[in-house]
């Protein structure tokens, strides 16, 4: 009996070995993710193939409106997996009306145990399309459960949508990157402030744990929006270096997973905050031949500063919820008429429809570390309640006697025209990568942008187009993956070498938590010098 196989099939099995490299390659970057992932397993041979697709970071995202949360689901992961991909973390932000804990139920039985995710109820979301391709900006302003068929064009057109339901969904691959999601217990009798502190060693831990250094390259954070995160982001800022990039809302609703994590995939239900950190990996530095992940951030204000500078007198906390200050004019003694004064600001609108009213303080604060203190200027902004006599009504609490501060007015104009700023911040960073690639040699990969988030206040759009927020980044980067959410606190720190924002902040003083602002993170991939 003829032992061995027919001539036929070994010519099919040998011939397909012969097949070079490059078709391999071409045939099996057009596979879906998970395919890809399989074929990854066959041979060291397509192994070898598959890391050469996939050596350089990727960002993906879909947005979906299906008003069925399975399906909107379905749709998401349909199109961020349908290239070859292989997730370090995911963040999906989804409409209130949506269940938080069902969504990220279904998110994460779709990724790998090793995969951090975070869930987040939203305002509002920005992506692409799942099914179209088209950018779409969604904010919603009510939660009204009879709305549940009105989710026609209009919603597309006009940007506002009367029904909670939808969802956006970011995928990312970050090569030299490590990514876990740390999360900030919410306090039960521990005093906040130590469960800060460990937070912040936490990240630290994780950070020295896979990398050189003790401060992160980049923290997406999304804090509740039942807590006053300033304090927070004030140590933070103590904290980190300054190349360390900070933006996310402040004003969230989440649920959280860890990398490795599957037995906890929805349980972290007591949290204050979490931070996804991206720490760089030490064992895979440039000289593996894997390049550098940058991160830039730009802001577009909505602000206005205008009044004397006032500094607080007396300030009475009432609970955790507002504060009744008292101030005069800086260098003067006067008590002022908070009331009177609020009614005088009033009044200079001419009977338009009334701004919201910040105050913007300058704290200069004794800050603590372990054993690590300084003394450190931030800018805090407080919405302005009202007034009764002498007193100003101000939401939350932290200000103290001979605190300075501004009056600040929310204005069309002005985001308008630092929008315009954000642009040209954006377009300054293109034409410096083209101009470092028109330096590099022949056979070295080109710099490129291959992702951007946004973090946008939800009440920036009731005067404006509802595309102006995706402005920047999609005329600056189009065809490059972006993805967003409206919220009502945009955190955003820059580093020393990101696009620079311009800061009208007195002083010294850093903010890093803004109102009727967009936070524009921009993501930025510099292949190593070896790389061919």
Not at 190 to 218: E, N, R
Request: aromatic share 8%; with cysteine; net charge negative.
């Amino acid at each position: 009996m003829e032992m061995n196989p027919p001539r036929n099939k070994m010519k099919r099995a040998s011939g397909f070995s012969l097949v070079s490299e490059d078709v391999i390659e071409n045939i099996l970057s057009r596979l879906p993710a998970l395919s890809f992932a399989s074929a990854a397993c066959v041979s060291k041979c397509w192994n070898k193939v598959c890391g050469r697709i996939l050596s350089r970071p990727k960002f993906a995202s879909a947005l979906s409106l299906n008003p069925s949360l399975h399906d909107a689901v379905n749709e998401v992961f349909e199109k961020v997996l349908s290239e070859p991909i292989s997730p370090h973390f995911a963040i999906a932000c989804i409409g209130k009306q949506f269940s938080l804990e069902v969504a990220h139920q279904l998110i994460t039985q779709k990724l790998g145990s090793k995969v951090p995710v975070i869930t987040n109820a939203a305002s509002g979301i920005i992506g692409a399309d799942a099914c179209s391709d088209e950018l779409k900006e969604i904010r919603w302003e009510s939660s009204d459960d009879d709305d549940d068929d009105d989710q026609d064009d209009e919603t597309d057109s006009q940007g506002d949508s009367l029904l909670d339901k939808g969802i956006v969904l970011v995928v990312g691959f970050v090569p030299g990157l490590k990514v876990d999601a740390i999360p900030l217990l919410r306090p039960k009798t521990v005093p906040q402030i130590a469960l800060v502190d460990k937070f912040l060693m936490d990240i630290s831990s994780f950070t020295a744990s896979v990398s050189d250094c003790l401060s992160p390259a980049g923290i997406i954070l999304f804090g509740d929006r039942n807590i006053d995160m300033k304090p927070i982001l004030a140590k933070m800022d103590f904290a980190m270096n300054e190349e360390t990039v900070i933006v996310g809302d402040a004003t969230g609703c989440f649920l959280c997973r860890r990398a490795d994590d599957s037995q906890n995939d929805h349980a972290d239900t007591n949290l204050d905050a979490v931070a996804l950190v991206f720490a760089r990996d030490k064992n895979k530095s440039d000289g593996a031949g894997i390049g550098e992940i940058q991160f830039h951030v730009t802001l577009s204000t909505g602000v206005m500063p205008f009044g004397p500078q006032l500094q607080a007198v007396c300030v009475i906390a009432k609970d955790t919820e507002c504060s009744w200050l008292t101030a005069r004019l800086q260098g003067q003694y006067e008590i002022l008429d908070g009331e009177g004064l609020l009614g005088d600001i009033s009044d200079q609108f001419n009977g338009e429809e009334s701004p919201d009213l910040y105050i913007g303080v300058v704290q200069q604060r004794e800050c603590c570390i372990g054993t690590e203190s300084s003394s450190r200027a931030s800018l805090a902004f407080y919405e302005v309640l009202g007034g009764d006599k002498e007193f100003f009504i101000i939401n939350g609490v932290g200000i103290k006697p001979g605190d300075s501060f501004l009056f600040y007015h929310s204005d069309s104009d002005t985001a308008s025209s630092s929008c315009g700023d954000a642009y040209r911040n954006l377009a300054n960073l293109k034409e410096e990568s083209k101009r470092k690639n028109c330096l590099r040699p022949r056979n070295v990969e080109e710099e490129e942008v291959f992702g951007g988030l946004i973090f946008s206040c939800v009440h920036r759009g009731e005067s404006f187009h509802h595309d102006t927020d995706s402005f920047p980044f999609r005329e600056n980067f189009p065809g490059v993956p972006l993805a967003g959410v409206f919220c009502g606190g945009e955190i955003g720190r820059g580093s020393s070498s990101s696009i620079s924002q311009e800061d009208d902040e007195e002083n010294s003083a850093r903010c890093c938590l803004h109102y009727h602002s967009t936070v524009y993170l921009v993501m930025s991939y510099v292949p190593a010098t070896s790389e061919r």
